[in-house]
């Protein structure tokens, strides 16, 4: 196509029904496993502002298009204790909250039997697509005097009529099923804020300076894995989880899911013309694709590859799936433990800082989604959210994998450590939950994890 934590903070907690009685059931008696998938194009048919770059850019083409990719999962039906869940990735930049509420009053009505509140939607952050509300960044991507560009609002119309229909189309194709994980590594994120001796840092800064002190946090190269297996042993889908932002191509005047497209197109060549690839941003708010140092090797060895930077990370990717793959299927269930708990939380507002340029949503509260599939966690944030506090929460969590995802069921910005707040730059200036804040989130998502384990 062209063209410390707050003692004050208050917990509001919603957990179903199903949750106690899974509970009460405990691990002997887990219902059946049925599993659905759906994917559709959420590419917008007009030219649009892409959003995520501080400059306003219309799209002139389309590079490739935006994915959404939809997994059903419930448990019940035969006797055993009933669960479910609606998981949807999407190539954008952020949810909004609102978008997601609109989908679950489209899914209340076509879908009596599910639970609404159990529907998960996360971005996978790529920079090269558009925005869901015109005043989100104030003036900066107002196309209203450009002809022909569709607007934000009404991309957001287009968007929840799509992505409901696929969570219909999901749900609708649940077949019984079996699951199994998989951990894998491949080297996609690394830290980008550079860290200088005067103790200030800088995202993407100058490495090559004499007063260049290091970078300063963690990286995370392991792929966390979800695979699902058809009755007759075929593998269905993939959910790949990893600690990186899709924002290889980030400057584009292109509409594109970033490496994520072929990431699906490569996986698919190797495996399966029709296997469904669901992708998880997990916790990389102070992490991105991009090389601070030994830039020149890397980039040869690139070259040598024939390959795009884009190519050589999505090869990375799918060389982690595949070397996984002969032992993928091992210990997979037909009747796994299955919770879900829907867990809103007031996170105390950060102190006198400065807010972000951009509109975020309510902290008051916060959604999370804590999930536990076997021996498997699942836990979401609405946060571009720093590593270690995912660290901290993966090191305590009793699951055998516990995979994260950030950028799920609404925006709430970047939520950057102590760390990060004492060096400054962009990521750690403005913010509207703060160290604080972060560690009650931690504190939350290791207590409902564990809660699933009792």
């Not at 599993?35 to 219309?58: E, M, N, S």
């Not at 015109?134 to 799509?162: I, K, T």
Request: aromatic share 8%; net charge negative.
């Amino acid at each position: 196509m062209e063209y410390g934590i707050r003692g004050c903070a208050v917990l509001l907690i919603v957990l179903s029904g199903s949750i106690a009685r899974a509970a009460e059931a405990g691990p002997s008696g887990q219902g059946l496993l049925h599993v659905g998938w759906d994917r559709v194009d959420i590419t917008p048919d007009r030219p649009v502002a892409l959003i995520g770059q501080l400059h306003k850019r219309i799209s002139e083409r389309v590079r490739d298009p935006l994915t959404a990719t939809a997994l059903a999962i419930e448990t019940g039906g035969d006797g055993g204790p009933s669960e479910q869940a609606i998981l949807v990735s999407c190539d954008l930049l952020y949810i909004r909250k609102s978008v997601v509420e609109r989908i679950r009053e489209v899914l209340r009505a076509r879908l009596p039997g599910f639970d609404a509140d159990k529907l998960i939607l996360n971005a996978t952050h790529t920079h090269t697509g558009p925005g869901f509300a015109d005043e989100d960044f104030g003036s900066l991507y107002d196309v209203s005097q450009d002809e022909g560009v569709m607007r934000a609002s009404e991309y957001a119309e287009f968007f929840v009529a799509r992505v409901a229909q696929a969570a219909v189309q999901a749900w609708e194709r649940r077949r019984p099923c079996s699951v199994s994980w998989a951990l894998g590594h491949a080297v996609v994120g690394m830290n980008r804020r550079a860290r200088y001796f005067d103790g200030k840092a800088i995202m993407y800064g100058v490495t090559t300076r004499p007063d260049f002190a290091g970078l300063e946090g963690y990286e995370d190269h392991g792929v966390e894995m979800l695979f699902f297996w058809a009755g007759d042993g075929a593998l269905t889908g993939i959910v790949v989880n990893l600690a990186c932002t899709a924002q290889e191509t980030e400057g584009l005047n292109e509409i594109s899911a970033d490496f994520w497209h072929d990431v699906r197109q490569t996986l698919r060549t190797r495996l399966a013309r029709d296997v469904h690839v669901l992708a998880q941003c997990s916790v990389a708010g102070d992490l991105s694709p991009h090389l601070l140092y030994r830039t020149k090797a890397e980039e040869a060895m690139v070259r040598r590859r024939g390959l795009s930077n884009r190519q050589e990370i999505a090869r990375r990717i799918v060389d982690a799936v595949t070397d996984v793959l002969p032992v993928a299927r091992d210990g997979a269930a037909t009747r796994p433990v299955f919770r879900h708990a829907v867990v809103r939380v007031n996170l105390p507002p950060a102190a006198a800082t400065a807010a972000p340029f951009y509109t975020t949503d309510t902290i008051a509260p916060v959604e999370l989604h804590v999930l536990r599939l076997g021996d498997v966690a699942i836990a979401t944030n609405p946060f571009e959210l720093y590593l270690d506090y995912g660290v901290r929460i993966e090191a305590r969590s009793p699951a055998v994998l516990t995979m994260l995802v950030q950028l799920s069921c609404q925006h709430c910005g970047y939520l950057p450590t102590a760390e990060a707040v004492a060096g400054g730059g962009y990521s750690a200036d403005k913010y509207v939950v703060g160290p604080e804040g972060g560690q009650v989130l931690v504190e939350e998502t290791v207590r409902r994890i564990e809660a699933l384990w009792k």
